[in-house]
């Protein structure tokens, strides 16, 4: 996939079975703010309403995967009480985890803060070489925000989590892998390629099947569930 010119916020390409994402704010680092959250929030709406797709790839253009929330945005909401408001209204989020299709992040460069908890909300990771990850966000006073406090520590144990949480470290995509929050890591010119190889090999198995693995899998770390019985 050639690399996208300035435009829209997100892109939004089907390849038969298999809709790839695209974060497209390369000269930010694909950091996402409030044009980019609506932008995806379609996009991700579009690939769960359709019942011709059975896989999504999210991938970022340019230099990086994504660096989370874009700084020069934050404080800038009414009030926080309108800012909850609109976040639940449309919860790219909570849509994302919730995605009935299998999901593949492809990433590569910085991959951090809300960018790395994208990731996290797929159920698949494959990382160029280059990737990085880290969740810097207790250097601003804040804590991650979208979900990596949950994600995060299903993936690797809550001592792991707690110490990218508190210390904001930087992960190589080499000790991502070795984590598990990485299936793959193969070299940036192979990524694109990589996602859509996995891709296809998904979408070859059943849409029923897919979603009653992943619900097993989820309910298996949520005791609500039953899974711990």
Not at 84 to 103: C, E, F, S
Not at 113 to 120: K, S, T
């Amino acid at each position: 996939m050639a690399r996208a010119p300035a435009g829209p916020a997100v892109l939004y390409r089907r390849r038969g079975p298999i809709a790839v994402v695209s974060l497209n704010r390369p000269r930010v680092l694909n950091a996402y703010d409030v044009a980019m959250r609506d932008a995806l929030f379609e996009a991700l709406t579009a690939v769960r309403d359709d019942p011709e797709v059975r896989v999504m790839v999210l991938r970022g253009n340019g230099p990086a995967f994504s660096t989370g929330g874009d700084l020069s945005e934050f404080g800038s909401a009414p009030s926080p009480l309108e800012a909850r408001r609109v976040r639940w209204a449309r919860d790219v989020w909570g849509t994302l985890r919730a995605l009935p299709q299998a999901t593949i992040a492809a990433v590569h460069g910085w991959t951090v803060g809300g960018g790395w908890e994208m990731a996290l909300l797929c159920d698949l990771c494959i990382a160029a070489a280059d990737a990085r990850f880290a969740l810097p966000e207790t250097a601003l006073a804040m804590i991650p925000g979208v979900g990596g406090t949950q994600t995060l520590p299903r993936a690797v144990g809550e001592g792991r989590a707690l110490d990218f949480v508190l210390t904001g470290r930087v992960a190589s995509a080499a000790e991502a892998l070795e984590l598990g929050f990485v299936q793959r890591v193969v070299p940036r010119a192979e990524l694109d390629g990589a996602a859509l190889s996995l891709a296809r090999r998904l979408a070859a198995i059943p849409p029923a099947l897919v979603q009653a693995s992943k619900r097993a899998v989820h309910d298996a770390l949520d005791p609500r569930a039953g899974g711990w019985r």
